[in-house]
């Protein structure tokens, strides 16, 4: 048998076929009858000297690998799939937004922590300076997101309304009836500020609403802190197998048409999450409200510039890159041009499910793993989708024991009480969120 590179590829020597040459080539050399098994010593030598040998053989086939996209690891992968323009994606921690609670003028640096009950760690990513919050007022119109500070807590509402004559909220629930109104704990303090905060462990880090109370760090001041949204879930580094499926994509959506290659372009760009894209190829604006000549890219997440950037490096010559979010961008010549993009708007969806289940087989913590599963489902819905109740009930069935799911209210504010479909136009996208699900669940007898 041959071996090393042919025609038909790299065939290697194993260390079996290289210490059967290595005997017989020795005893060509000394002797017939001489005893090489491994409790000798020159049979020992000839294990050394195979082994050496076989690492050689090896390194051999792996550089004959590192140009072979399906046979190649690690570096070797990474640099074949830049050639084609794949960038291997690494660790990204998972982002939220903390909102922080305590005295008025208190100030917080970035990189103090708070963390959640499972002792999973926050850090802010920039300073803070604790604003004062409006003393609640008796029988007073408030607004959704609207903050009070009342008997040294801090408030923030969540149902519009009127408050009542007298009292106010002052407890630590998430759900606080004054008046007409709705109000949610935020913490203790008069006075708060929202800062970015991401994971100190990199990975999907899982955070609901609310979870991420413990203060790390102390701060004189600074009293408390929770996250009013879901984290936004960070990615592992992604594995060999997961980067030679993106260069295969890559090569196989990049440069079929100048929209393809741009919708690929801009995908790419770190951490944006959705890309849809307007063309306009007549001579007059069109129903989408693009002018003529001209290209809309609706893009979710991603930094501003980032996304600049690759529209001045993929938009045609010629081409104007529409939007309401402008920038500059430069050119490999120093020269700056206007570009623009735009996001969708994004439309909360408040949800309240009804369902009963089997107890032996509902998990402890089902009604939280109702909401995951709505949760998880709406995150991957693209912009333009509706939001349909018969959707979200189909989600409550991926949980052990759910026995029926009798209703699925659905609406864009507080309190839903219909079960009619939301309509998403192709400038919205429909999100979802714990913070804005309740799940009614009692047990029943299948």
């Known amino acids: 048998m041959s071996y090393g590179l042919l025609s038909t590829g790299f065939v290697p020597k194993t260390l079996q076929i290289i210490r059967a040459e290595v005997e017989a080539d020795i005893r060509a050399e000394v002797s017939d009858t001489l005893i ?9 030598i000839v294990g050394v000297i195979s082994d050496r040998e076989a690492s ?6 792996a550089v004959y690998n590192s140009w072979d996209p399906d046979a190649s690891t690690g570096d070797a992968l990474i640099n074949l799939s830049s050639l084609s323009g794949t960038l291997k994606v690494g660790a990204k921690p998972s982002t939220t937004t903390l909102t922080l609670t305590g005295d008025t003028g208190t100030s917080i640096s970035a990189a103090n922590q708070a963390s959640t009950a499972a002792d999973d760690l926050f850090e802010t990513l920039e300073a803070g300076i604790l604003t004062a919050l409006t003393a609640w007022a008796d029988t007073t119109a408030y607004s959704v997101d609207d ?3 009342n008997d040294g807590n801090a408030y ?5 309304g009127t408050s009542a004559g007298s009292g106010g909220p002052d407890t630590e629930s998430d759900e606080i009836t004054d008046g007409t109104v709705t109000w949610r704990f935020l913490g203790e303090g008069v006075a708060a500020v929202d800062v970015l905060a991401q994971s100190v462990e990199t990975g999907a880090v899982a955070g609901f609403s609310g979870s991420i109370t413990t203060i790390e760090t102390p701060v004189s001041g600074w009293n408390g802190a929770i996250n009013l949204d879901d984290v936004t879930l960070g990615t592992a580094e992604q594995t060999d197998p997961e980067l030679r499926i993106s260069r295969e994509d890559d090569l196989s959506s990049a440069g079929n048409t100048p929209i393809d290659a741009l919708y690929s372009d801009l995908k790419a760009v770190d951490d944006v999450t959705s890309v849809t894209l307007f063309v306009n190829n007549e001579e007059t604006e069109d129903e989408d409200g693009v002018p003529p000549g001209a290209v809309e890219a609706l893009i979710r997440d991603g930094d501003n510039q980032d996304i600049f950037d690759a529209l001045l490096a993929s938009v045609a010559g010629g081409i104007k890159a529409h939007g309401t979010v402008t920038g500059t961008a430069t050119d490999s010549e120093g020269n700056s041009h206007d570009v623009a993009f735009s996001r969708p708007d994004e439309i909360d969806i408040h949800v309240e499910v009804t369902l009963t289940y089997d107890a032996l087989l509902y998990p402890s913590d089902g009604d939280t793993q109702v909401k995951t599963a709505i949760v998880t489902f709406g995150d991957l819905q693209k912009t333009g989708k509706d939001s349909v109740s018969s959707a979200i009930k189909a989600q409550c069935f991926k949980i052990a024991g759910v026995h029926d799911v009798s209703l699925a209210y659905i609406d864009t504010s507080a309190s839903p009480s219909t079960e009619t479909t939301v309509a998403i136009s192709s400038r919205e996208l429909a999100v979802y969120d714990t913070s804005r699900i309740t799940v009614n669940s009692s047990s029943t007898t299948p």
């Open 147 to 149: 903050r009070v500070t």
């Open 36 to 44: 090489l098994g491994d409790t000798t010593v020159l049979g020992r």
């Open 156 to 160: 923030i509402c969540t149902e519009a």
């Open 56 to 61: 050689l053989w090896e390194l051999a086939e």
